[in-house]
């Protein structure tokens, strides 16, 4: 097996076909939070972009299982691999490309706006997450903790919170108020829906993995159960960005779900 995201203990060639066998492993709807269900659904949307089959296994212990301990990681009975861009990494080398037709340049802007993305728009999920009072003791802490006996579902709950905030204060975030926090999703916002224009796709009329990305975290940001979803209220001004999501969710995913309605404040 080889595994990606921890030790590596053996090669897969790169010619052998995609197995009939690959599970997607992330936490059960019940525990699900939003930066959780925003990586899964970007992965989900690269694979079936890919057009490789795969089952979705919800598990509890789904973070546990994981080679980086972090959600969400397919499995087959041959390899492991954890998370996005380790993903994207891993099918590339099976001769599966969503960016192959780009060039340098274009190469380039994909990666940068990638970057900006896996911080903006993540950080902002864990600052609302973790961060948010309201938020942090209605919504987090039931769902952190519902598949775990007390007092752990309390003290894991607890540890998970100041690993967060370690992380957002070394990258500058942990000090940010509320409002800063939605000026820089609103600017990010802004310069996606430019870079977009009127494209139904960011390089043309084929999806690449930006495109993957960003619908996970918008689809996921635009339909979080929360009474006020200011982050929401923000993607939703762009009226490129929602007609994106509303485009890789129905042809990709089959559904017609009104995403710019969903939860509206």
């Known amino acids: 097996m080889v595994v990606v995201g921890g030790r590596c203990v053996a090669e897969l060639h790169a010619q052998d076909p995609w197995p009939n066998d690959v599970k997607l492993f992330q936490p059960t709807e019940e525990q699900m939070l939003l930066p959780d269900n925003a990586n899964c659904l970007a992965v989900q949307a690269f694979l079936k972009m890919c057009g490789l089959d795969f089952e979705v296994e919800r598990r509890s212990n789904a973070a546990y299982m994981s080679p980086s301990g972090h959600v969400p990681f397919i499995k087959s009975s041959v390899f492991m691999v954890a998370e996005l861009d380790p993903i994207v990494s891993f099918v590339n080398t099976k001769g599966v490309s969503l960016s192959r037709s780009l060039d340098s340049s274009q190469n380039a802007d994909m990666r940068d706006f990638i970057t900006l993305v896996n911080t903006v728009l993540a950080n902002a999920e864990l600052y609302v997450t973790w961060c948010d009072?309201?938020?942090?003791?209605?919504?987090?802490?039931?769902?952190?903790?519902?598949?775990?006996?007390?007092?752990?579902?309390?003290?894991?709950?607890?540890?998970?919170?100041?690993?967060?905030?370690?992380?957002?204060s070394a990258q500058g975030w942990g000090s940010k108020t509320l409002d800063e926090v939605c000026q820089e999703v609103g600017q990010l916002?802004?310069?996606?829906?430019?870079?977009?224009?009127?494209?139904?796709?960011?390089?043309?009329?084929?999806?690449?993995?930006?495109?993957?990305?960003?619908?996970?975290?918008?689809?996921?940001?635009?339909?979080?159960?929360?009474?006020?979803?200011?982050?929401?209220?923000?993607?939703r001004e762009h009226r490129g960005l929602v007609e994106l999501v509303k485009r890789i969710d129905s042809t990709f995913f089959g559904r017609s779900t009104d995403v710019s309605q969903l939860y509206s404040p």
């Not at 919504?139 to 540890?159: A, Y």
């Open 189 to 235: 916002c802004t310069a996606l829906a430019e870079r977009l224009e009127n494209r139904p796709y960011f390089f043309g009329d084929r999806p690449t993995e930006l495109d993957a990305l960003l619908f996970g975290h918008l689809f996921a940001i635009l339909t979080v159960p929360v009474v006020e979803n200011k982050i929401a209220a923000i993607v």
């Open 133 to 168: 009072r309201a938020i942090l003791h209605d919504v987090t802490k039931p769902r952190f903790g519902s598949t775990l006996p007390w007092p752990l579902n309390h003290i894991l709950t607890w540890q998970r919170r100041a690993e967060v905030m370690e992380k957002l």
